[in-house]
């Protein structure tokens, strides 16, 4: 490994030790259509659980060494920086993804990687870091089968890295529009996605991510989704977040996915700032829609007198234009989904506060387990052999 200058307060360049739990799946394979483009063939789906537990039965303990790398290794690995392997701008806009390739020297095999970089500028640029670095070592998050695997690290003074195991289609924001990305896997996602969020609610001191937005959740080549933006979470083993790094990263411009109850109105953080994520998420989602299209759908269904309209035309003319052609799309699957997201990001808006009013995210998950489309992915009821 090259040497690098350690930075004040920060890990020094040594690798760490950490204790990791790996899920054995039984393989339980399940009937679903994997549309994508000329693909139309079934394939069979793997469970994910309704609520993961990491058991003792079904968790193997090993020690797991993560590599510190050098910016210079990066660089090689994401073949410069190249326009080709760039994949988008994450959530604080000042983080990038790319594509990499890192070759095993004995082997001579080639692992697929997503290498995150964020220069070491502004003063939360490395609190940032830190928490998601904190929270990918940490045992219990890293189990869950829908949390990406930390391969490494950089911790360079100006440049900050983290190396994420994952053959990825994309981020999410990047498949939004994707003809491939069917409905029958756009709710596979919302499924787990719903899953994860439950699991870390459910924790002993749970933990909130509020940055939970398509550029932060890759998925991949199954269409699993796998998140990665631990930045800003709070609570659980990250404890509280720093208030003042939050308030630097909005200053830089509206965030479509943080609950407008805490940045508008300053409401405590709690559960139900990811569940107005998740329902933005979801909304994204049915209607093909990114950032300022989501937001004037949100505008609008918090008004009394469109809720009525939203209520009977809105699947009818802005999910089924989508879906139509879809053998997999059920108009009441779309009703059941749309009336859930618009639920989840009931706000404040109209000057009333309504995060009260969300469902909770247990609630988000039996009603997507019911969905007709879940059923014949065999993903209504999953769990670990």
């Known amino acids: 490994m090259h040497p690098r200058l350690p930075h004040a307060g920060i890990l020094s360049p040594q690798a760490i030790m950490i204790r990791a739990c790996f899920s054995r799946h039984s393989g339980v394979a399940h009937r679903g259509a994997l549309e994508r483009g000329e693909m139309a063939a079934k394939q069979k789906l793997p469970a994910q659980p309704s609520g993961y537990q990491c058991r003792s039965e079904q968790c193997e303990m090993a020690e797991v060494e993560i590599p510190v790398y050098s910016y210079a290794e990066l660089k090689k690995i994401t073949n410069g920086f190249s326009a080709e392997n760039f994949m988008g701008k994450t959530f604080s806009s000042n983080s990038l993804l790319y594509r990499g390739e890192i070759v095993d020297k004995e082997s001579n095999l080639v692992r697929k990687v997503i290498v995150e970089m964020r220069k070491n500028e502004k003063d939360y640029d490395l609190k940032v870091w830190q928490t998601q670095l904190n929270a990918l070592k940490d045992p219990t998050i890293s189990s869950h089968p829908n949390v ?28 939004i529009f994707d003809e491939s990305f069917s409905w029958s896997m756009r709710m596979k996602v919302a499924l787990q996605l719903a899953r994860v969020l439950q699991f870390l609610h459910s924790q002993e001191k749970p933990l909130i991510l509020l940055n939970f937005e398509p550029r932060s959740i890759l998925v991949d080549m199954d269409f699993n989704p796998l998140i990665f933006g631990f930045g800003l979470a709070s609570g659980g083993v990250l404890g509280i977040i720093d208030h003042t790094v ?96 618009v639920r989840c990001v009931k706000s404040c808006m109209i000057g009333v506060k309504k995060y009260h009013e969300r469902p909770g995210v247990s609630e988000a998950v039996s009603i997507l387990e019911c969905l007709r489309v879940v059923k014949e992915l065999g993903l209504h009821c999953s769990s670990l052999a």
């Open 148 to 175: 990406v695997k930390l391969q490494g690290y950089c911790n360079s003074v100006c440049d900050l890295g983290l190396v994420y195991d994952c053959h990825a289609l994309g981020t999410l924001h990047s498949l």
């Open 246 to 341: 939050l308030r630097l990263i909005i200053l830089n411009g509206p965030q479509v996915y943080l609950d407008p109850e805490y940045t508008l109105c300053g409401i405590t953080i709690g559960p139900w700032c990811d569940v107005f994520s998740f329902g933005t998420l979801l909304l994204a989602m049915i209607t093909k829609s990114h950032d300022q299209e989501v937001r004037k759908i949100i505008t609008r269904s918090e008004y009394a007198f469109l809720q009525r309209f939203y209520g009977i035309n809105f699947t009818k003319f802005i999910v089924l234009k989508n879906f139509w052609k879809d053998g997999n799309y059920h108009i009441h699957d779309s009703a059941a989904v749309t009336k859930l997201a």
